[in-house]
């Protein structure tokens, strides 16, 4: 069987250095200006997640983002933030997980013993808040 080596070079906090997700104040900013579709396709690519998958999330159509692409065009400030939070998530999620594909299983996981998952609540600002919050949690100790 082969052996799968993480590559540091790959990681989400690598691929998106240059972008500051460190507080509220520099994501708001970042967002009102408006990011790249280059940032969402990397993105997309970097945590395995189909184009398609992604832009729901984000709750814009993959149609929008190809013609944004198209006419080199920068994400409105909404799918912009969205966007950045996830990155901010994730970077966090791959930290604590050691791994995307290990983070995106506990995604699939449950949210505090309901019938809804961790993932499913990303398609909110709000709901990548309180994932992160509970990322927060683990990393301290506190079992969830």
Avoid: C
Wanted: avoid cysteine; glycine fraction near 4%.
């Amino acid at each position: 069987m082969p052996t799968i080596t993480f590559n540091k070079n790959n990681s989400v906090k690598q691929r998106f250095k240059t972008l500051d997700v460190s507080n509220l104040n520099a994501i708001v900013s970042a967002a009102r200006k408006g990011i790249k579709t280059k940032v969402f396709y990397d993105f997309a690519e970097t945590i395995n997640m189909p184009e398609k998958n992604l832009a729901a999330v984000i709750n814009v159509s993959s149609r929008t983002i190809s013609n944004y692409k198209n006419e080199e065009k920068l994400l409105e400030p909404m799918y912009s933030e969205h966007l950045l939070k996830l990155i901010q998530l994730f970077e966090k999620g791959e930290e604590l997980f050691g791994s995307v594909d290990e983070f995106n299983y506990w995604l699939k996981k449950s949210f505090l013993n309901k019938k809804i998952t961790h993932g499913e609540l990303i398609n909110t600002v709000g709901g990548v808040d309180l994932i992160s919050e509970e990322l927060e949690k683990l990393a301290q100790g506190y079992p969830i």
